[in-house]
């Protein structure tokens, strides 16, 4: 079935160090793909979004690729602060209409 | 960008209390909003899906009776955990999909209610 896997956090990096969290993704179709970001009590806030293969979205300094080949959506920024603590998801939808999500990565970024 | 508004953000009341969650898209319209459950340290549960006009539609295993959904307009949902007991806490989050968009364009979030019942 439809299904989003991401990479185990917590990630724990020094500020400034560089961000990968990997996404993979099983799919009929070329689906829609996001990155959300969840900082500590609150909602999820949309983080960029790629719509179809070799897309590109970037907000914020972090980018992500939508690679069919691979059928991944990588997240990466190249130089993480303090603010980016966070709990980030990787989603897209299913056939049915309803957003699938990864199990969320924890980041920790140290000063 | 596009904003949705979720009230309260944090309830906490004795147990057999009904509680009402709202919901509300405040720049556009969503014929479509959806409900979620987020235990600590985990993704999000789909629990519903709020259809304007028409009755909600439940995942399997939520029950209905339990957790009512109401969406009167294009622009506000409500979910109301009644009888709530102490099994019900937890992080509530819901969702929107502006309608214009079409089918795949993201879901923005509420910023979630923290619902304790003691």
């Known amino acids: 079935g439809d299904s989003v896997t991401q990479m185990e956090g917590p990630v724990t990096l020094s500020e400034e160090a560089f961000l990968t969290i990997n996404c993979t993704y099983t799919?009929?179709?070329?689906?829609?793909l996001f990155w959300y970001v969840q900082y500590p009590g609150e909602g999820l806030q949309l983080l960029l979004k790629?719509?179809?293969?070799?897309d590109k979205g970037s907000n914020k300094g972090f980018e992500a690729t939508y690679r069919k080949e691979t059928t991944s959506f990588h997240l990466e920024k190249g130089s993480v602060q303090v603010s980016d603590s966070a709990v980030y998801f990787c989603a897209r939808y299913n056939q049915g209409g309803k957003l699938i999500f990864g199990q969320g990565t924890e980041l920790s970024v140290k000063p | 960008g596009a904003v949705v508004s979720q009230h309260p953000s944090r309830v906490i009341c004795k147990s057999g209390t009904s509680v009402k969650i709202e919901c509300r898209s405040l720049d556009f319209q969503a014929t479509t909003m959806f409900w979620y459950r987020q235990f600590p340290k985990q993704s999000l549960m789909l629990m519903a899906t709020s259809n304007e006009g028409s009755k909600a539609t439940y995942e399997q295993g939520v029950e209905k009776d339990k957790f009512l959904i109401n969406h009167a307009s294009l622009t506000l949902s409500t979910l109301t955990v009644t009888s709530a007991h102490p099994e019900d806490s937890s992080f509530y989050i819901c969702?929107?999909?502006?309608?214009?968009?079409?089918?795949?364009?993201?879901?923005?979030f509420g910023d979630g209610t923290r619902l304790s019942i003691l």
């Open positions: 799919a009929t179709g070329y689906p829609s």
């Open positions: 790629a719509t179809k293969a070799d």
């Open positions: 969702s929107a999909r502006d309608v214009a968009g079409g089918a795949n364009q993201p879901q923005h």
